[in-house]
């Protein structure tokens, strides 16, 4: 008779083989503990720990305790309060989602367990050693939770062998600990090894949270980040560049209160950075999501570390966006001076980069003038003075100083393309400068004088940069508007710009974009306002260009779609009829963070200096 070779693994063995996916190191027991606790809806947790956790784990917590029978069961592998049916996995907004990681932790230690529900007098005292009850108690002790873990790994020696020095598994336990107090300001935490109390956080809000956790001269250290649409809530920190590590420590995503890594959205936060940062220093950054538990799966990973976003080019889109933004909001002071090198101007990042197209990576995102929420008053008050130096550092360079009239203007200066005409004969003696500051030259350019020489402004330049800035300041929380068209916009398309469009359809609706495919056919319902009839052909041909064949960055875009509207928006008709719109021009310009270039790193200002001019008549 055949021998049967199969056998069924005792439940033991079963429970130490799948322990090993949970529990890979004391720091992973630790993990589990305190979500657990903060399941039970603790607001205060304390760890001990001695010998890094090898001799022993104690978490101590005041939620909501189990009872007798709970208690029993809550070792039990797939043992959980907190999920009844698959679908539940989708939803869950709790950290724990599938009750092994007590079943594995008693699998692989000695567990001393102390529980108690507030509205009973006694509690329930479990001790389990390698899944086996020892002893069932009722007993004294306060309401909540505490665990003891001790020996752990002591039936597993391969691991136990496989654990690395103390020093580097309680580095390991600091990182969880951490994490979970970064995720949880609410809570009041405490941490102490071998005696010596390491952390002792009070709960409080976030900032306060952070600094307790990375030290006090953190305070002064971060930029706020806060952005809202509906895809994503964003709050947190980034911090100031000149304060980047040389190694990766300070860098957090958390979603939904749950830590993550995510290489992906790293990347973003990198690129914003870009051109800030010393050489081989990695930004550091704090960062809070908060996205529909329907459009995050959890559970790809066992130790829960990676999570997948069902809109993950879009938020990577909003991530870079709001970093780049914060971060000028809070180290790039607008130079308005115009008797400064021009190329004094650029962010670092921008100088010396050849020009390519479309190639983004600018920051382009501060707008010095737009007034900024609560805490920093005081900076747009700063920046509201600027402002007002704007006209006035025109002014102080010696040319005229009433007002014009628009009237004074049509005398002067050709008046939109229409009517381009030679006005070289007309312009003026200094002494007889008209009242008007600045000169549009053939329609296209506009001199600005100042006491050094000319500035000289490429208006339709200025144009697409001032779209390009406004909507990528405000996209994020406000749609960009659309217009309807009468008869819908057709186009052919190849396969991979029909996957490029539906891969970016959340990002091109948001920026005022509305069609449907039909079979190979894109039927565009609706484009950005800000095209004019004429441009929408070529203005989508450029969308597609980025999306479907640009080399840029993935993530990128989000800017790259930007930068097609905005070059398509500026090839309507230049409107500067009159001195306040030529005025109105410059002023957006120069709110503008990046004044000097268009997103495809065009020149947008020049200067003609005197001394040119001087030397043409000697
Ligand atoms: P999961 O967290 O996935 O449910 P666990 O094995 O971590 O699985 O925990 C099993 C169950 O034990 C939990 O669902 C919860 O009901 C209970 N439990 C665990 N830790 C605590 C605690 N600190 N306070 C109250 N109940 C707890
Ligand atoms: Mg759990």
Request: proline share 4%; aromatic share 8%; charged share 25%.
């Amino acid at each position: 008779m055949e021998k049967a070779r199969i056998q069924r693994l005792p439940d033991h063995i079963a429970n130490q083989i799948a322990a090993g996916e949970v529990i890979q190191r004391p720091a992973s027991v630790i993990k589990e503990l305190i979500e657990n606790a903060i399941d039970a809806g603790a607001n205060r947790i304390d760890v001990v720990i001695k010998g890094a956790g090898k001799t022993l784990i104690k978490v101590v917590d005041n939620g909501c305790g189990m009872g007798a029978s709970d208690a029993d069961m809550c070792f039990e592998r797939h043992a959980t309060s907190k999920i009844r049916k698959a679908d539940d996995l989708f939803s869950l907004v709790t950290k724990g989602f599938r009750g092994e990681a007590l079943a594995s932790i008693a699998a692989i230690a000695h567990v001393d367990m102390k529980t108690r529900l507030s509205d009973e007098e006694t509690g329930t005292h479990l001790c389990i050693e390698g899944s086996k009850k020892v002893s069932l108690e009722e007993t004294v002790c306060p309401s909540g939770t505490s665990f003891e873990i001790k020996n752990l790994f002591y039936n597993v020696p391969a691991r136990r062998n496989f654990l690395k020095s103390d020093n580097v598994e309680f580095r390991h336990i600091q990182d969880e600990f951490e994490r979970v107090a970064l995720a949880h300001p609410d809570v009041h935490f405490s941490l102490t090894h071998n005696e010596n109390e390491l952390h002792n956080l009070n709960a409080g809000p976030l900032r306060k949270r952070v600094v307790d956790v990375f030290g006090k001269k953190t305070n002064d250290r971060l930029v706020p980040i806060e952005e809202s649409t509906d895809i994503v809530q964003l709050h947190g920190f980034v911090l100031k560049p000149e304060f980047s590590r040389k190694t990766r420590g300070e860098q957090y995503f958390f979603v939904n209160n749950r830590y993550f890594k995510s290489a992906y959205f790293n990347h973003a936060i990198h690129q914003a950075f870009d051109g800030l940062l010393k050489e081989k220093t990695f930004p550091g950054y704090v960062l809070y999501l908060t996205v529909p538990t329907d459009k995050i799966d959890v559970n790809v990973h066992p130790t829960k570390t990676e999570i997948k976003f069902e809109e993950e080019k879009f938020i990577y889109s909003i991530l870079l966006s709001s970093a780049r933004q914060a971060l000028g909001k809070y180290n790039i002071t607008p130079t308005l001076d115009f008797e400064r090198e021009v190329s004094f101007d650029l962010p670092a990042s921008m100088r010396n980069t050849p020009a390519t197209e479309p190639t983004i990576q600018l920051n382009p995102d501060y707008n010095p003038f737009k007034s900024t929420s609560g805490s920093s008053s005081s900076e747009s008050q700063s920046h509201k003075n600027k402002k007002e130096s704007y006209k006035d550092a025109i002014r102080s360079q010696g040319f005229g100083t009433q007002e014009a009239s628009a009237d004074d203007w049509k005398n002067f200066y050709s008046i939109g393309e229409e009517e381009e005409k030679e006005e070289q004969s007309t312009i003026p003696m200094e002494d007889e400068i008209p009242a008007a500051d600045n000169f549009l030259v053939k329609g296209s350019y506009i001199l600005v004088p100042s006491k050094s020489g000319f500035m000289v402004i490429h208006a339709r330049r200025a144009i697409e940069q001032i779209v390009y800035t406004s909507i990528i300041n405000s996209f994020i929380s406000n749609p960009v508007d659309s217009q309807a068209m009468l008869f819908p916009v057709e186009k052919e398309l190849s396969k991979r710009e029909k996957t490029a469009w539906i891969e970016n359809e959340t990002i091109l609706k948001q920026l005022g974009f509305e069609a449907r495919i039909k079979d190979d056919t894109l039927q565009l319902a609706a484009v950005p306002n800000v095209w004019q009839q004429e441009s929408i052909q070529s203005g989508i041909d450029h969308v597609f260009s980025v999306i479907a064949y640009g080399n840029i960055d993935k993530g990128d875009i989000a800017h790259g779609i930007v930068a097609s509207i905005a070059s398509a928006a500026a090839m309507k008709k230049l409107d500067l009829r009159t001195s306040e719109h030529v005025e109105k021009l410059i002023e957006q310009l120069f709110q503008c963070e990046n004044h000097m270039h268009t997103p495809g790193n065009k020149k947008i200002i020049d200067t003609l200096p005197m001394e040119a001019i001087t030397h043409k008549f000697n």
